[in-house]
């Protein structure tokens, strides 16, 4: 991680896998945003109101740690898992902001019930298509192996000494998995076995 970290080595990596798949969500999240606040700003009168002091701290720590997590995301942690929620965190936020002001009248909540309705549509027939797609898939997590006929491959038992053995994951798709253990996908030699008390130690001569 620090390799990938330093000098921005990820951002080419980050610039063609990442990077795409953040925008593909991002872009139309923040056109239904800008939307939504070029429709209040059309419809709803802006009223300098004083805000509770509770939101303002609540909404000011927010901003803080958003800024902190994409600040640590970018330098450090540059893996979409990572930092995702942080730079969607920090988008809504901010948006939040441009709307604070704004005085709303009941009888035109229902665009946000249409908006809301909306997307709980959007996001189920997204979820179905995605589920239509892998349907072809086992519904069973594939923790024996990866392989495509479903076999599992034996795996050959390498003998340290007469107290202390290892599995070699080395036919087939060479994962472990969940087999016997300890087992390894590399073949090592010259390996010393040692027992101090009840742990097990595993040197190299």
């Known amino acids: ?25 991002l872009i139309p999240y923040i056109l239904v945003l800008c939307l939504i606040v070029l429709y209040i700003k059309i419809n709803f009168k802006t009223k300098i109101v004083k805000i509770n002091n509770d939101f303002k701290t609540v909404l000011f720590l927010c901003i803080i740690i958003s800024v902190l ?9 540059p893996l979409y898992r990572y930092g995702y929620s942080y730079i969607i965190s920090l988008v809504s936020i901010l948006f939040i902001l441009l709307i604070k002001n704004k005085t709303f009248n009941k009888n035109n909540f229902v665009i946000f019930k249409f908006i809301l309705v909306s997307c709980f549509i959007i996001i189920a027939a997204k979820q179905t298509i995605k589920i239509y797609k892998n349907s072809s898939n086992t519904l069973w997590p594939n923790i024996y192996t990866l392989d495509s006929n479903g076999k599992i491959y034996p795996k050959t038992k390498i003998k340290i000494n007469k107290n202390f053995f290892y599995y070699l994951a080395d036919k087939g798709d060479q994962l472990c998995m969940y087999s016997k253990s300890p087992c390894t996908t590399y073949h090592v030699k010259n390996v010393k076995y040692s027992l101090k008390k009840t742990y097990i130690f595993l040197t190299l001569n």
Request: charged fraction near 10%; aromatic fraction near 32%; include cysteine.
């Open 1 to 25: 991680m620090q390799e990938f970290s330093k000098n921005f080595n990820w951002f080419n990596t980050w610039r063609k896998n990442h990077l795409i798949y953040i925008l593909s969500i």
């Open 69 to 77: 997590g994409c600040c640590f995301f970018f330098f450090l942690f």
